[in-house]
């Protein structure tokens, strides 16, 4: 039999609506199961990174108080170093005392020396350059300018001598068990100076009476001179114990001009003596030497005019100025200083450069006899 075709339109769409359907509902039953799947996965998702970063927080949280404890740990064992090496040096002078003040001693000195030596260098070059020469130089730089030089040759020595490798370490202590003979005043002690100072005065001073036998050895052969009686007279006072005026000396100046009391006519005997008198280092050109050295203190009397006068210098500066030209200041007031290097001053800027031998012969006249160079030679120790 044959099915109507409404029948059939009827019952494809009916199936065709049911499967449509069942489909849609199997759909969204699978869809719904999948976005539940997919939201549960987030949430365990977010939970397990919220733990990581939680874990990952608390990490860096311990990291950080370990990096913080090692900082903290290197600053202090880096302040502790710091501070040892620091103060070292006392470290150093607790344990060890007498080494460290050798260290300092030299050090100092060490710099002190390299200090004047660049003045030193200053002045030379001043004194070269200026029209005036060495005249245009004051009292203090004409001072370091004499004795700079012979300070220089002195220590040289014990400069070299320690730098040397291996050797240094032998001649070091060498260096200071003798620092009269190989240092200068630069790398000494207060009382060093005291003691060294007293001991080359002395040495000078010792000095005096072959000087004055060497004049009154010569007197007789200046019999025509016109002033013979004069000289004489100043010689006798020195050998009674009493010194002749500054204005007697000026007097007799012309005695010292030529003749066996002038530079070229004194003996050899005579000039080893000045040279020895005056603190000059022993040469082979002792006449050149004395003429320099009589120039050069000549020029610092004229400087003390020049800056006010004697009574101007500070007590040190004036007690310096006593032991360069031949008289112990030790235990002096500054009264009997100043009438001193008056008398001194009066005689050294009231001649020429032909009496340079009557300058040289100062220690002798004004000073031969005075109280503390007699208890400087004579007493084993001064008051």
Same mark, same amino acid.
């Given at each position: ?105 030299? !050090?100092?000195?060490?710099?002190? *020396? ?22 245009? &130089? ?10 700079? $030089? ?21 001649? !070091? ?10 240092? /200068?005043?630069? !790398? ?5 100076? #005291?003691?060294?100072?007293?001991? *080359? ?10 000087? !004055?036998?060497? &004049? ?28 002749? /005026? ?35 280092? #022993? ?11 009589? *120039? ?15 009574? #101007? ?15 112990? $200041?030790? #235990? ?30 100062? $220690? ?20």
């Amino acid at each position: 039999a044959v099915t109507p075709p409404q029948i059939k339109r009827n019952v494809a769409s009916e199936i065709t609506s049911v499967g449509k359907a069942i489909y849609e509902a199997r759909w969204d039953d699978k869809h719904t199961t999948t976005q539940q799947i997919g939201s549960m996965s987030t949430r365990s998702q977010s939970e397990a990174n919220g733990e990581q970063d939680k874990n990952t927080k608390d990490t860096e949280m311990i990291k950080s108080k370990r990096d913080q404890m090692r900082d903290n740990m290197q600053d202090y064992i880096f302040t502790r170093y710091f501070n040892y090496v620091k103060n070292y040096d006392k470290v150093l002078e607790k344990n060890f005392p007498k080494a460290m003040q050798l260290y300092r001693v030299f !050090f100092d000195g060490v710099k002190d *020396f390299f200090g004047d030596m660049k003045r030193f260098l200053k002045i030379a070059r001043i004194a070269n350059d200026a029209p005036q020469g060495i005249r245009a &130089l004051n009292r203090q730089e004409l001072e370091l300018y004499m004795q700079m $030089p012979r300070d220089m040759w002195k220590v040289a020595p014990a400069l070299i001598g320690c730098s040397l490798p291996m050797v240094g370490y032998a001649f !070091f202590p060498l260096v200071f068990w003798y620092p009269r003979i190989f240092l /200068t005043s630069h !790398f000494w002690t207060g009382q060093q100076r #005291n003691d060294f100072q007293s001991h *080359f005065m002395k040495r000078r001073l010792q000095c005096n009476k072959p000087v !004055f036998r060497c &004049l009154q050895a010569k007197l007789k052969s200046l019999k025509t001179h016109h002033k013979h009686d004069e000289f004489q007279s100043i010689l006798g006072q020195l050998g009674s114990g009493t010194h002749p /005026t500054a204005e007697a000396l000026i007097a007799v100046k012309d005695i010292f001009a030529e003749g066996p009391y002038s530079l070229l006519g004194m003996s050899r005997k005579h000039i080893k003596c000045l040279v020895k008198l005056h603190g000059l280092p #022993n040469s082979l050109f002792k006449r050149h030497r004395l003429h320099e050295h009589a *120039f050069l203190v000549h020029y610092m009397d004229l400087a003390i005019m020049r800056e006010g006068g004697v009574h #101007n210098l500070r007590t040190d500066a004036m007690r310096y100025c006593c032991y360069l030209r031949g008289l112990n $200041p030790d #235990n002096l007031s500054r009264e009997e200083m100043i009438e001193w290097l008056r008398n001194w001053v009066k005689v050294s800027t009231s001649i020429q450069g032909e009496h340079i031998t009557l300058f040289l012969h100062l $220690p002798i006249l004004l000073a031969y006899n005075h109280p503390r160079n007699w208890k400087t030679i004579y007493c084993k120790k001064t008051d």
